[in-house]
């Protein structure tokens, strides 16, 4: 990305079948270097400008191929007049990188889319009970009520230390107690 102050990006004019003049090259430049507006990182831009004759009548004819840091485009633009040419050339690049940040921008907007979709399928159900009744009882009712919900854990309030306690069977097969201090 260019930042004010960094070198400007590289323009050769080239001309065919042309007499250059500095005035012409001139114009070419300004109107080039004027899209670094509408792209930004804009490495080097080939400029070919030439005077073409068809049935009987000159016509001017302006091409570029613009070297950007993810885009090169090309194209090429005609007109009686080689200004208008080159005009005609900068509008169809400026809408070339219209085109081009537009599509990256639904391409990101959609990955972006696409990531928080994956996200949200991977994204285990819970379920979420807040009448879970605490009962007091012993360790060793607790584990046998463990056993016969057939469930992961139990939650009891512990008879002999009086604190909330968590039961839970680990893949082991052993059983494990985490006491809760409140």
């Known amino acids: ?8 990006m590289d323009i050769v004019v080239t001309f065919k079948h042309l007499e250059p003049t ?4 001139k114009y070419a430049e300004t109107k080039i270097s004027k899209l670094e507006k ?3 990182d804009i490495i080097e831009a080939h400029v070919t400008l030439s005077m073409e004759r068809v049935q009987h009548k000159e016509s001017g004819a302006a091409s ?5 840091k993810n885009i090169t485009i090309n194209a090429q633009e005609e007109s009686s007049d ?8 900068t509008d169809k690049v400026e809408t070339q990188i219209r085109k081009h940040k537009e599509k990256s ?4 907007k959609d990955s972006e889319q696409t990531e928080i ?4 399928m991977s994204a285990p159900d819970i379920e ?15 584990v046998n009520r463990l056993n016969k919900k057939n469930e992961n854990f139990i939650i009891f309030k512990n008879k002999e230390s009086f604190k909330n306690s968590v039961l839970y069977a680990k893949d082991n097969g052993e059983y494990a107690v985490i006491e809760i201090n409140s």
């Open 128 to 142: 979420i009970i807040d009448n879970y009744e605490i009962k007091q009882m012993d360790l060793h009712e607790a």
């Open 1 to 8: 990305m260019k930042i004010k102050g960094d070198m400007p």
């Open 82 to 89: 080689i200004y208008a040419a080159i005009d005609l050339l």
């Open 22 to 25: 500095e005035a012409i090259k």
């Open 64 to 68: 570029i191929k613009l070297v950007a």
């Open 38 to 40: 509408y792209l930004n």
């Open 117 to 120: 979709f994956m996200q949200e």
């Open 105 to 108: 921008r639904e391409k990101f």
